[in-house]
């Protein structure tokens, strides 16, 4: 598997439809060999569809990989998995429709996260490739539409839950809030920031032009895993606090804790993310140097290092997962699924309003940032 081929692609397809196959022949012998029946549901719902997906996901990435056909087994992969969810939960246990719900979990378990990875996996191969050819990728034509069909497919497990007020004041109303705050806020205090710096003797510098922020799907994406980072890192340091102190934030049931701590993350990305989102995103873009004319080096103006740290990848990975074991009282299946839970939550809410944001305010803020700074003769051309 060097790189997408269809023709690789066809032979995972075939394998894992027979896999599937032979998985149904199994579950048949429910008389004699009764422990073949549960291998046969495995082969049949979860490996069989599993790889049959990944093969369908290589053959779509391998039709046009320097035109990043990948994104859309990315895509469906998303879609699939959103539509198996919010169709199965939408259905009560019921014998009678059993094979419906395995059918759709099997969608959302099996098949869904397969194309995803597939995408994942044909995006690093084909971009190590080009880079050692030194070829540059062309743009996907519906690049930009890409983002809001994931925000689309992010809330489509919630379907069920449209006719509930609590819907709206948990998920619906902390985007309006974000984007809000981000789009009254965000440039004025980026400005200051950048004002103090000046007033405490550095050098401002306009070392290029603002560089436009684009609401491709990657830059959407990477840019929502901020916002979201600083949520969880809120919430559980809080947690952490309170917990030696004897009070638990969260409850006791695993589902409602995690609903709970997750709920309480949104608030805090709503209410605080302002620095380590936009503020951030503008000192990377406005194209601002700081110069520091003591030590003559020409840096980026950067966010606090305390700030910094609560979006560093280990808090992100290692928060949640200790959170979800901790409310799982130690079971690792329970847990996995609490923390496929939060992260669903906070990703959806983060991700919209950084969309929001991308696509009706950054780019304005960025030359707004500049121009106050000029008008206040705080910018120069070069440093002295």
């Not at 491709?216 to 949520?231: C, H, K, L, Q």
């Not at 809080?238 to 589902?255: C, K, M, R, T």
């Not at 009706?360 to 002295?384: A, C, D, I, Y």
Request: aromatic share 12%; charged share 10%; hydrophobic share 55%.
């Amino acid at each position: 598997m060097a790189e997408p081929s269809v023709r690789t692609g066809v032979a995972l397809l075939g394998t894992g439809v027979l896999i599937a196959l032979l998985g149904y022949m199994l579950s048949l012998f429910v008389h004699g060999i009764l422990w073949l029946v549960p291998v046969g549901f495995v082969f049949m719902f979860d490996a069989g569809p599993a790889l049959a997906a990944f093969g369908l996901g290589w053959i779509i990435s391998a039709l046009h990989p320097l035109r990043k056909w990948y994104l859309y087994s990315l895509i469906a992969g998303v879609v699939i998995s959103a539509a198996g969810f919010a169709a199965s939960w939408s259905m009560p246990l019921n014998q009678e429709i059993w094979s419906y719900q395995q059918l759709m979990m099997t969608l959302a378990w099996s098949v869904g996260p397969s194309l995803v990875l597939s995408a994942v996996v044909a995006s690093i191969v084909i971009n190590r490739r080009v880079s050692k050819a030194g070829i540059v990728l062309q743009r996907n034509m519906h690049e930009d539409e890409m983002d809001v069909v994931l925000i689309l497919a992010l809330y489509l497990p919630f379907i069920t839950l449209v006719t509930n007020l609590n819907f709206y004041l948990r998920y619906v109303l902390p985007v309006a809030v974000t984007w809000l705050v981000w789009h009254l806020f965000a440039d004025k205090l980026s400005t200051w920031l950048l004002k103090r710096q000046a007033v405490a003797g550095a050098i401002l510098v306009a070392a290029e032009p603002p560089k436009t922020e684009e609401t491709t799907i990657f830059n959407v994406a990477s840019r929502s895993y901020y916002p979201m980072a600083f949520g969880l890192g809120v919430t559980t340091t809080v947690a952490s606090v309170l917990d030696l102190l004897g009070i638990n934030l969260f409850g006791e049931d695993p589902f409602s804790a995690s609903a709970n701590a997750a709920f309480i993350s949104i608030l805090a990305i709503a209410l605080g993310s302002l620095y380590v989102g936009p503020v951030l995103w503008l000192f990377e873009d406005c194209g601002i140097r700081v110069f520091n004319p003591v030590r003559k080096i020409l840096t980026e103006p950067k966010i606090h290092s305390l700030a910094d740290e609560m979006i560093e990848i280990y808090t992100f990975i290692f928060s949640p997962i200790g959170l979800t074991f901790s409310v799982a009282d130690g079971d690792l299946v329970l847990a996995l699924i609490l923390l496929a839970f939060i992260v669903h939550l906070l990703f959806t809410v983060s991700m919209t309003s950084t969309y929001l944001y991308l696509k009706f305010s950054v780019n304005k803020h960025l030359w707004k940032v500049v121009r106050r700074l000029e008008m206040e003769g705080l910018l120069t051309q070069k440093p002295l």
